[in-house]
């Protein structure tokens, strides 16, 4: 009796879940904002601070440190306890948006933006893992299914708030905002979370990875994107910053050799099924931020629209990618199959990204939102494919490194699709108009979907296992590092 008694109370979800995922969710829904809520600002932040070049590094400096920050900071939390490191998260995130908000030029921003991306990606895995602590397995989906919600709104609502603050407050609101909801969170976590010690053996964190990835990702980028514009390639900064790109990958590549927990363990890259994900990942995810940040800002720029009204354009592309994933996860679970579903989505991406570079400044409304709504389900397509697909790959035992590693690549492509197009976009602005200049930026992009399309076509596709069957169905949830 005193077993089944035992057994049902752990089955029950802890009296005071309700009141922690209100905090819990507002910290999701930050967190996950702050990851779009530029994408219609950045041209109205650019004027403001009288750098437009350098304005995609707004985007770039999150993505890219909430990339690393997502690994290392759900690692600690398994070693030091997740209360306190997410407190620390919240408390990095809220002083990275005051700083933010108070930013007096653009290179003080981007390295704002910076810290605010390391509180930023703690916070989305963090978030995860504590509902894991608190609710019994057999009521997790339905918990887990609310702060799938959250997510998927934040990402809708960030164009939009992001606009609505560029065009009637001031762009310094889109971080200001985060901060009274931010200490509401901090104090409601701070006051009724409790959680066990931590258990289990002891895990290291691969410091020297993380730090090396940020700086070899950093140059590379910088140096791609300052080469032939602000600076000649032949320029010794460039070279430096080639060099050190150089130095610092060689180096990441002996210390993920070296590492007991890796932050990209290399031997994943020995399936080919793995590496053609991670790949296609990252290229989706770039050509996802090109068309989130850079069309919004063509029609700020070209056509002369509010930044509401730009941001009102980015709801068809999420709405597409949504409807995509919530429609390929099921039919892939029931069928097993899912070599088809990438090749389409390159198609769908790639034609819609060929239709927007056709898009001139006169163009009417449907010639820019219907390759949106297609662009959306085709990047929905290759995402969904590359996570299942790449997670199928490994043994089970290495999901959650396996996850970890292909969400490092989704970040870094988002990451790369801001800073690199940027750079275009400069470089076309400079030599004539911004349509045209706009143009180009997307017809850049079609040659990732092409090697996309040739990556999909070669994938072997292995049987989905039980396991994987079951994520894509939405019955069960990957740990992410």
Partial sequence: MAVTAAADQKQRAPRGILRLMVPLTLVLFISNLDATVVATAIPSIGRSLHDLAGAPWIATAY????????????????????????????????????????????????????????????LNSLVMAITGDLVPARQRSKYQALLGAVST??????????GLFADDLSWRWIFYINIPIGIAALIAVAA????????????????????????????ALLAATWGGTTHAWDSPLILALAGV??????????AERRAAEP????????????????????MATMVLFVAMLYVPSFLQTARHESAFTAGLYVIPLL????????????????????????????VLAGASMAGLAVAAAGSSTPVIIVPMIFAGAGIGLLVQVALLAGQN?????????????????????????????????AHHLAAGPAAAAYQAVFAWTIPFMVLALILAVIMPEKPLSEEIADLAAGKAEAPEY
Wanted: aromatic share 10%.
């Fill in 319 to 346: 709405a597409g990618l949504i409807a995509a994933t919530v429609i390929a996860g099921p039919v892939i679970a029931r069928t097993g199959r899912y070599k088809i579903y990438p090749v389409i989505g390159a």
């Fill in 393 to 425: 790959a490994v043994e089970y035992r290495h999901l959650g490194t396996a996850t970890g590693a292909l969400n490092f690549f989704k970040s870094t492509g988002g990451a790369c699709g801001a800073a690199l197009f940027g750079a275009i976009l």
């Fill in 153 to 162: 709104l934040a990402l809708i609502a960030g164009p939009l708030l992001g």
């Fill in 245 to 254: 790109s150089a130095a610092s990958l060689a180096a990441y590549l002996a």
């Fill in 63 to 122: 993505l890219l440190t909430s990339a690393v920050s997502t690994l290392v900071l759900g690692k600690l939390g398994d070693i030091y306890g997740r209360k306190p490191v997410f407190l620390f998260s919240i408390a990095v995130f809220l002083a990275g948006s005051a700083l933010c908000g108070a930013a007096a030029g653009m290179v003080w921003l981007v390295l704002f933006r910076a810290l605010q991306g390391i509180g930023g990606g703690g």
């Fill in 263 to 282: 932050l990209t363990p290399l031997p994943l890259f020995r399936s080919p099924v793995f590496s053609i994900c991670a790949a296609q990942f990252g």
């Fill in 192 to 219: 009724f979370l409790h959680l066990p010690a931590p258990a289990g053996p002891a895990r290291r964190v691969d410091v020297a990875g993380a730090l090396l990835a940020t700086i070899f990702t950093t140059a």
